[in-house]
Nanobody, 125 residues
Framework: QVQLVESGGGLVQAGGSLRLSCAVS????????MGWFRQAPGKEREFVAT????????VYADSVQGRFTTSRDNAKNTEYLQMNSLKPEDTAVYYC??????????????????WGQGTQVTVSS
């Protein structure tokens, strides 16, 4: 049974940093394409980043490019999202997601089978 458990959200001032963690259980992390999404109040869930299974490269949304970085610790089976230079518009519930099959680039939430519970990130101005 695959489970994703997120942690690391919180309240931070604009310009600050947070690191989100997504601990995966049930299968090894390298079995998955991993994705990060966020959803602000009253808005659709939006793509933040995806780590391609084929190359391990990360593709970011334009809105976070240069500020957010993914990484992973295979020994801990955990994916991370480092968020720097945070802005108030980054305020949202952040979700990690995983899919097992395919080696493509997946930017849509419906393309992922497994989801974390979400963690709130609030950036004050």
């Amino acid at each position: 049974q695959v489970q994703l458990v997120e942690s690391g959200g919180g309240l931070v001032q604009a310009g600050g940093s947070l690191r989100l963690s997504c601990a995966v259980s049930g299968r090894t992390l390298t079995s998955f394409t991993m994705g990060w999404f966020r959803q602000a109040p009253g808005k659709e869930r939006e793509f933040v980043a995806t780590v391609t299974r084929s190359s391990g490269n990360t593709v970011y949304a334009d809105s976070v490019q240069g500020r957010f970085t993914t990484s992973r610790d295979n020994a801990k089976n955990t994916e991370y999202l480092q968020m720097n230079s945070l802005k108030p518009e980054d305020t949202a519930v952040y979700y990690c997601a995983a899919r097992i099959d395919g080696f493509g680039l997946y930017k849509y939430s419906y393309e992922y089978s497994y989801w974390g519970q979400g963690t709130q990130v609030t950036v004050s101005s």
